[in-house]
């Protein structure tokens, strides 16, 4: 992983929400936003960044995989970079003030759906002769954050931690992890948390900040 750009790509992703957020409040009397926004602001984002390389990527919301017998299953957001040999999987959660504990936990979840997920899947996505096996794969889990009670300035403390020196314990405790098989090793997934503050005048004067938080990492290797 490329992790100056891919700390570019957050750089880009943060100034499109100040860029929105400076215009427009599309929410109705609250800062809910839905977490949907995350993905395709990433996406989009990563987007303007190949672009400026001349690179050739594909993307699409909503990828379908399989879930057992069902497949009714799906990642957010899915990122191709064929020029670079490169795929991102991304998932995002709304880490609103009422809901941190069982939001951190889905997207601990989302981490190991991303981990388990088979390299067969992408065989299946090829018009022509190509094979996942020359792509590097990785797995993205978005969220964002307001610093409204003490329990998510806690919480962003808790990140910043994890940014200014990642562990597979601070991982595990983070996103509820209870077992030894989910652990995060950071040795070897080559391991990206970021975040970022939005800076908006909307809430300049409030005692409250509004932060985008971001763990890319390395996925292993499935059939």
């Given at each position: 992983?490329?992790?100056?750009?891919?700390?570019?790509?957050?750089?880009?992703?943060?100034?499109?929400?100040?860029?929105?957020?400076?215009?427009?409040?599309?929410?109705?009397?609250?800062?809910?936003?839905?977490?949907?926004?995350?993905?395709?602001?990433?996406?989009?984002?990563?987007?303007?960044?190949?672009?400026?390389?001349?690179?050739?990527?594909?993307?699409?919301?909503?990828?379908?995989?399989?879930?057992?017998?069902?497949?009714?299953?799906?990642?957010?957001?899915?990122?191709?970079?064929?020029?670079?040999?490169?795929?991102?999987?991304?998932?995002?959660?709304?880490?609103?003030k009422n809901n941190l504990p069982k939001k951190q936990k889905e997207l601990?979840?989302?981490?190991?759906?991303?981990?388990?997920?088979?390299?067969?899947?992408?065989?299946?996505?090829?018009?022509?002769?190509?094979?996942?096996?020359?792509?590097?794969?990785?797995?993205?889990?978005?969220?964002?954050l307001w610093t409204e009670t003490p329990a998510q300035e806690g919480l962003?403390?808790?990140?910043?931690?994890?940014?200014?020196?990642?562990?597979?314990?601070?991982?595990?405790?983070?996103?509820?992890?209870?077992?030894?098989?989910?652990?995060?090793?950071?040795?070897?997934?080559?391991?990206?948390?970021?975040?970022?503050?939005?800076?908006?005048?909307?809430?300049?004067?409030?005692?409250?900040?509004?932060?985008?938080?971001?763990?890319?990492?390395?996925?292993?290797?499935?059939?």
């Amino acid at each position: 992983m490329d992790k100056k750009r891919m700390n570019y790509v957050v750089d880009a992703y943060q100034a499109r929400y100040s860029s929105v957020l400076n215009k427009i409040w599309p929410t109705m009397g609250s800062n809910g936003f839905n977490e949907h926004n995350q993905t395709v602001n990433f996406m989009i984002a990563y987007e303007t960044v190949a672009e400026e390389n001349n690179e050739q990527i594909s993307t699409w919301y909503e990828f379908q995989i399989s879930n057992g017998t069902k497949r009714n299953n799906r990642i957010d957001g899915l990122i191709i970079n064929h020029t670079k040999r490169e795929v991102y999987l991304i998932e995002a959660k709304r880490f609103s003030k009422n809901n941190l504990p069982k939001k951190q936990k889905e997207l601990g979840n989302d981490y190991t759906r991303i981990e388990n997920l088979g390299l067969g899947r992408f065989e299946e996505l090829f018009y022509e002769k190509e094979s996942i096996s020359t792509y590097k794969v990785f797995g993205v889990l978005l969220f964002d954050l307001w610093t409204e009670t003490p329990a998510q300035e806690g919480l962003l403390k808790n990140w910043n931690n994890i940014c200014d020196n990642p562990s597979s314990d601070l991982l595990s405790d983070f996103f509820y992890f209870n077992n030894s098989d989910s652990k995060i090793d950071c040795a070897k997934s080559c391991l990206l948390p970021i975040v970022r503050e939005v800076i908006c005048n909307r809430w300049k004067d409030e005692n409250y900040s509004y932060f985008l938080g971001a763990l890319i990492w390395g996925k292993s290797n499935k059939e």
